[in-house]
């Protein structure tokens, strides 16, 4: 089945303490995301990768960091977790080309206390 | 102004009622259109791509008018289980960066 799987779905940690959140797709595409997500804010983008070794900016990139060592998989790194960072997590992978479709992972709630 | 912009809502109506959303977008050089749907703390899930000509699916109609550079998405004869929250997403010819509205509220009342 043509899935996008993050872990953990609900993660509640204090601040200052490094944590990851791993995404991994199975449909081979080259092009990932991670997005925020906050009431009346929508969906922001954090960073997003169009492949391999390949990684940029999105909107509100600060304090959080991504690798891209293989295509399956787009980590996100939160060194040093703040209350602020306290959301809703979506991972994302974009089938390009003329049957365009992004497929989201099931979210990962994080709060920081 | 925002690369999409959609009116957040809510749009509160009964079953059996048609609704209709609309997007604008900013970019002339978009290129891809979709509607996503997005249920309470669930992840965007795609309802339908926009296509030029229009295009249906059951209740559903998606719209593209390149003229005014939006899209609009129709219901008809809605249902409870349409309440939810739809994301019109844009992609720009050459980025393939998907670009989302901060999305429509929609609630479906007995």
């Known amino acids: 089945e043509a899935q996008v799987t993050q872990n953990p779905r609900y993660l509640i940690t204090v601040t200052g303490k490094k944590l990851t959140v791993t995404c991994s797709q199975n449909?081979?595409?080259?092009?990932m995301s991670w997005y925020r997500q906050d009431p009346g804010l929508g969906l922001r983008q954090i960073y997003y990768?169009?492949?391999?070794?390949?990684?940029d900016k999105g909107d509100v990139p600060e304090g959080y960091k991504v690798s891209r060592k293989e295509k399956r998989n787009f980590p996100l790194i939160l060194e040093s977790p703040s209350p602020n960072q306290t959301s809703l997590y979506f991972c994302?992978?974009?089938?390009?080309?003329?049957?365009?479709?992004?497929?989201f992972g099931q979210g990962t709630r994080l709060t920081v206390v | 102004r925002k690369e999409v912009e959609q009116d957040p809502g809510p749009f509160n109506v009964p079953e059996g009622a048609t609704v209709a959303f609309n997007c604008t977008y900013s970019?002339?050089?978009?290129?891809?259109f979709f509607w996503y749907r997005q249920d309470c703390r669930k992840e965007p899930k795609l309802l339908m791509s926009v296509y030029s000509s229009g295009n249906e699916d059951g209740r559903f109609t998606a719209q593209l008018n390149r003229a005014s550079q939006y899209i609009s998405l129709l219901i008809r004869d809605s249902k409870l289980s349409d309440s939810a929250t739809y994301l019109c997403?844009?992609?720009?010819?050459?980025?393939?960066?998907?670009?989302f509205g901060r999305g429509t509220s929609l609630i479906v009342h007995p």
């Open positions: 997403v844009v992609i720009s010819g050459g980025s393939y960066i998907p670009t």
């Open positions: 970019n002339s050089a978009s290129q891809s």
């Open positions: 990768s169009m492949n391999v070794e390949v990684t």
């Open positions: 994302a992978s974009l089938r390009q080309g003329l049957n365009t479709e992004a497929f």
């Open positions: 449909m081979n595409h080259e092009y």
